[in-house]
């Protein structure tokens, strides 16, 4: 029997996913807490849910892309929310949040006779527009395989970590290694700098050596201004200065960086190098402006 998809939370990278849904040729209802968000996603093939209850109303499965937990458990446990929802029987959460939360949300949510999965991603806005991202999976087997044909139509690789929370730890691993990698680049272009060199030379220099990256690459083309602009940041702080237009615009770093530092200190795994970028980050977030009164 054909199944219908839902999509919550059309963000950056929720947008382009749920669209990427839409194309495949999937039947699917989507709903944004701000409306004007849901047009460009319908006008791609989707329908426009009027609330959260009336998605998980017409929806078997229910996809979120969320970034705070205070979100999900208005739109999942709220007085109107999926967990209550006649017909939705799974939830896939795209979003990164710490393992235990995601456990825990999974067993209220189990009382309702309803199932989760965790399947954070990787790849950024590029890389769910192009149906390329690297997709965690964490829960049970036989849930991703219910899920599968709407995941795919966004992702490049899909892989089943294990048990419930397993896929954001994964996502956890992800961070360690593209934060580690924002401080190693920016450090270099600082190095680079200092020495008189003009800095945007040494990533056209580097293009196909053994220091190459993902990271190198999207810096080197700016394909991602945003990001571009969080290594200048950073190289900026090695030489004494905080952009003051970049203060409190780390706030998704910060979030994911502190889910990681938790997991490995419950762990026992030292993380000497996160706790730079945890103090680097912190340093950003508390130079914001004070808010007016």
């Known amino acids: 029997m054909a199944q219908t998809f839902g999509y919550i939370g059309l963000g950056d990278i929720g947008a382009p996913m749920a669209a990427r849904i839409a194309q495949g040729g999937l039947d699917l209802v989507v709903w944004n807490r701000t409306a004007a968000k849901m047009q460009p996603v319908v006008a791609k093939g989707a329908r426009a849910g009027g609330s959260v209850l009336e998605v998980g109303s017409q929806a078997d499965v229910v ?151 993902t990271w190198l690459k999207v810096y080197r083309t700016a394909a991602a201004p945003d990001l571009t602009r969080t290594i200048d940041a950073i190289a900026a702080f090695y030489q004494g200065r905080v952009d003051p237009s970049y203060a409190g615009n780390m706030y998704i770093a910060l979030k994911d960086v502190s889910m990681a530092m938790d997991i490995g200190r419950q762990n026992g795994a030292p993380m000497p190098v996160m706790g730079l970028f945890e103090n680097l980050v912190r340093t950003f977030h508390y130079q914001r402006p004070a808010p007016e009164t």
């Open 63 to 213: 996809f979120l892309c969320l970034d705070s937990i205070e979100a999900v458990e208005s739109v999942v446990f709220g007085p109107e929310g999926l967990a209550v929802a006649p017909r939705v029987r799974l939830i896939v959460d795209n979003s990164t949040f710490p393992p235990h939360t995601t456990r825990a949300w999974a067993e209220r949510l189990a009382a309702s006779g309803k199932r989760w999965l965790d399947a954070p991603v990787s790849g950024g806005r590029i890389g769910a527009e192009a149906g390329t991202l690297a997709v965690f999976i964490g829960g049970a087997a036989e849930d991703l395989e219910v899920a599968r044909p709407a995941i795919a139509t966004y992702a490049g690789k899909i892989t089943h970590m294990g048990e419930l929370g397993a896929g954001q730890v994964t996502k956890a691993c992800n961070q360690i290694i593209n934060f580690g990698t924002w401080l190693s680049i920016a450090e270099a272009l600082n190095v680079a700098e200092r020495f008189g060199l003009d800095k945007k030379l040494v990533p056209q220099a580097l293009e196909g050596g053994l220091a190459d990256s």
